[in-house]
């Protein structure tokens, strides 16, 4: 069974105090691991794919690092806007095209 | 905007209920995935469908059941509601069945009383 921890559950921040958030995962062949963002209420918003290790990937303050164990989500400089909850999913052959979600990491960004 | 579209947004109703939750897929893709949402499960796949079949089953309730329609948008229906279906229920989609992004519609908030 797939299976996604993320850490930590929630994390403050001052504005531009940069971080990682971690996303741990055990799946039978990784065929994509993903990056969402959630505001509250709304439907996640993806963000990345990874599909092997070593691959990264930035979009503006954002870069997501992917081994065969876990993936970072590096956060550099953040700013209020930031404030989301960020999900990571994977997708395994086995599994076929369902995501196994993790948990979240609540981020608050203070200014 | 992910261009996925989901109705209605919010549907309280009570216990025994049977309610049908409605999704529109982003133009051009033909695979469509339920998620519920709730507090102390997190995001979890219920059903996918593809082109009008079925293809994959996640954690589905017997009592939960959807459909994918010819113009492919899809329902998910839920009967004999009880306070623990209360719950954020996602649509997504994906360009085809094997395709790895999925985009998610804004959700329906269901509250069971």
């Known amino acids: 069974e797939d299976q996604v921890t993320q850490s930590p559950e929630a994390l403050r921040l001052q504005e531009g105090e940069s971080s990682s958030l971690n996303c741990s995962y055990t799946?039978?062949?990784?065929?994509?691991l993903f990056w969402y963002r959630q505001d509250p209420g709304k439907g996640p918003e993806f963000l990345f794919t990874?599909?092997?290790a070593g691959e990264e990937k930035e979009k503006e303050r954002l870069k997501a690092t992917l081994t065969k164990k876990e993936s970072f989500l590096h956060i550099t400089a953040p700013k209020p806007e930031d404030s989301a909850t960020y999900l990571c999913?994977?997708?395994?052959?086995?599994?076929?095209?369902?995501?196994?979600f993790g948990g979240g990491t609540r981020l608050m960004v203070k200014p | 905007d992910s261009g996925v579209t989901q109705t209605p947004k919010h549907l309280i109703t009570a216990t025994g209920q049977r309610v049908t939750l409605r999704c529109s897929p982003r133009?051009?893709?033909?695979?469509v995935y339920w998620y519920q949402q709730s507090l102390d499960q997190g995001l979890q796949f219920l059903i996918q469908?593809?082109?009008?079949?079925?293809?994959a089953k996640g954690n589905i309730l017997e009592r939960f059941s959807a459909q994918q329609f010819p113009d492919l948008h899809s329902e998910l229906n839920l009967s004999s509601l009880e306070l623990g279906d209360s719950a954020l229920y996602f649509c997504?989609?994906?360009?085809?069945?094997?395709?790895?992004?999925?985009?998610f519609g804004p959700g329906t908030r269901l509250t069971v009383l």
């Open positions: 997504a989609s994906s360009v085809d069945g094997t395709s790895n992004e999925q985009f």
């Open positions: 799946v039978s062949g990784l065929r994509g």
């Open positions: 990874l599909y092997s």
């Open positions: 999913a994977v997708q395994g052959w086995v599994a076929g095209n369902m995501l196994t």
């Open positions: 133009s051009g893709d033909l695979s």
């Open positions: 469908y593809y082109n009008g079949e079925e293809r």
